[in-house]
DNA sequence: CTGAAAGCGCTTACAG
DNA sequence: CTGAAAGCGCTTACAG
């Protein structure tokens, strides 16, 4: 491998003038500059990116934190991540986390290391706020997507989980619906906590009451969420749900089936809403009710926020952005208002 | 941010024995040893992961190139990858194609800078081989999954989609189908060059005549393999599919759909078959007959090749995978033999 | 307009 | 058992 030395003996200039024609960073005699050039594609040399990267403090790469890559959600928002990134001449690195702290950790680690010159986190957690907050007063940086952290000082994205909620509660109410329940996702999520607020306030403003087994986590997953269907399927007439609202998409995909298997028809009998609007939320096997979530615009938003504190540093002037959300009517609720006992 | 340095100066000895217990590469006195310690956690010192990697030209990292990490068959592959490389300590590149060479240009720049070192590209084209191969004596290390590259010598993974087709298209025989389209993809991937050479025997020892409308591409993707289902079922009667073997799951969803909007009902009017099993294939919803793809072993095999060849180098020996595949029976080609006109 | 040299933060022969 | 020093491949003040 041709190094820069290589070029600068080979075209009888210094090491220094190959490395200004190379960034273009000051006049190079053309003579020269051309001499260089062509060392340059006969050896076929390409500059070290780590070499480079010690001397100036930068790798020119960031991390996209994920709790799994393999659930769709967050395949969109890591799309957005490298579509925006490589524009600024960055490569992204993914970290799964399968929701533990210590993989959170080790993520950060990999910017203390030199690794990665920043963070975007779409898997935060109430319990990483310490974690962060020291991270961040070190000086490096992390921004956070799709679910934040309360009361941490930080650049963050996040759809309008509350509204979202209240949106989706509303439709059913107006559908006639009374019983309806809302299955959270794990705990320390702020995504189960603001949905969960919306839907509280919705029933609230509608004067329904919450019997608190229709709390119950799906874990926002297929099987969990596919688990807590049959119970609340199963439970005595009165209070049996005859509304879900599941934190997912996926999870509704659990829900919807738990109902087949339970020979109980949808929209008929149970109508349900997730959130997310997956791919295949709206194709005609499934077409599911559900919230839209924005997810490349939220990747892509994480990333320019990214870019930004890279560049400017410092430690203030956080920006908070929420993402608006839609209600996409499809058949899982039923398309009119029918009589509800 | 201490460095090592720092450490040496903290603890009183050279930086050399910091280095020294920091990798534990060498005996150092006890008494000494506490000291480092205590400096690097006092100091809260993390080592630097690209001055080392300048030192020893290694940078523990490689890339996972894809084409498009959105399409659901991929993310299986890339956490698979990373799972597995974590344990060796290296993190893992994501980068997305698209399906364009210089985009896969791009990545193999990456490992020549020395960002990563080495690369698994899961979108292998025939168009990319004699940069492969080019690359490859330069001494780089590459390793093939899922998609292979004929002539190219090198280590790769890939599903035994010869037979899948085959299996698949006996199947459909068997079950009394007769005029039995198969939907390609995109050109230039091996992935359609198999899985149509195993169609096409099958189809020739069935003693089928194929017509070459039956072979319309669908891209593999969701539109294309609607638009191509709805050229299918508007072809006269008498070569009119009454099956159709979709190169993937997501196309077959297109299928389904087109279907739907056509009215054709399937299992009875239109058997259709897909290719990888996705997690949306064996839903209630769907219930998708189709070859299923071990992906998770895949990308574990792709890594493991991978990491092997960083161990003992060398441009010989290479090793090529074929895993098995499994037909997944499911509803959408009828459960038993009907008389087909 | 251009070059010699310091230095980024490590590891690892080499010498003691 | 331990340290001084070279060197990985760059960039960038500094001097001319």
Redesign the pocket.
Known sequence: ?A???DIAQKSG?????V??V??N?????EE?RKRVLEAISELNYV??AV??G????KSKAISFVVSDITNPFYPDLAKACEDLAQTKGFTINILNTDDKPDRTQFALNQVREGKVDGIIVTSALEQDREHFQKFMEQGYVIVLANRSVKGLQVDSVVADNFNGAVMATNHLHELGHKKIAFMPGISGSSITQSRMNGYLQAMEDAGLTIHPEWLTSGEARYSGSYKTTQFLLGLPEWKRPTAIISLTDIGALGVLDAATDLEVSVPDDLAVIGFDDLFISGTRSVQLTTVKIPRYEMGSIATSLLMERLEKGGKSDFQEIVLPVELIVRKTCGKRKTEIK
Chains 1, 2 share one sequence.
């Open positions: 491998m190094t820069i030395k200039v210094s090491v220094a003038t490395s200004y190379l960034n960073t000051r006049w190079v005699h020269k500059p070290n070499a480079r010690l001397r100036v403090q």
